[in-house]
Nanobody
Framework: QVQVADTGGGSVEPGGSLRLSCAAS????????LSWYRQAPGKEREFVSR?????????ADSVKGRFTISQENANAKNMLYLEMKSLKPEDTAMYYC?????????????WGQGTLVSVSS
């Protein structure tokens, strides 16, 4: 059973930093992508960053140079992180961790419950 839980959101001033964490388990690591998405109030959910099964990283243009995605494996759980720096008010959104398992028994897309990031002065 795939489980995804994201944490780490909060309120910061413009220019501040936050680190989001996502604990994911039950997926097939060698054929899965791990991603961060976000959804601002009144807007559609959008892609932020992805790390694929070959450890390649991609970023939305709006966050390049400010956000860093990383992962680490600990026992049966995989931790996904999103280090966010130089935050802007337009980064305010609910952030979601997503696991795309392409070949496991429970293949499919799995979302965390979301964690709120608010950037304001």
């Amino acid at each position: 059973q795939v489980q995804v839980a994201d944490t780490g959101g909060g309120s910061v001033e413009p220019g501040g930093s936050l680190r989001l964490s996502c604990a994911a388990s039950g997926f097939t690591k060698w054929c899965s992508d791990l991603s961060w998405y976000r959804q601002a109030p009144g807007k559609e959910r959008e892609f932020v960053s992805r790390i694929d099964s070959a450890d390649r990283k991609t970023y939305a243009d709006s966050v390049k140079g400010r956000f860093t995605i990383s992962q680490e494996n600990a026992n049966a759980k995989n931790m996904l992180y999103l280090e966010m720096k130089s935050l802007k008010p337009e980064d305010t959104a609910m952030y979601y961790c997503r696991v795309d398992d392409y070949c496991g028994r429970d293949r499919g897309a799995y979302w965390g419950q979301g964690t709120l990031v608010s950037v304001s002065s």
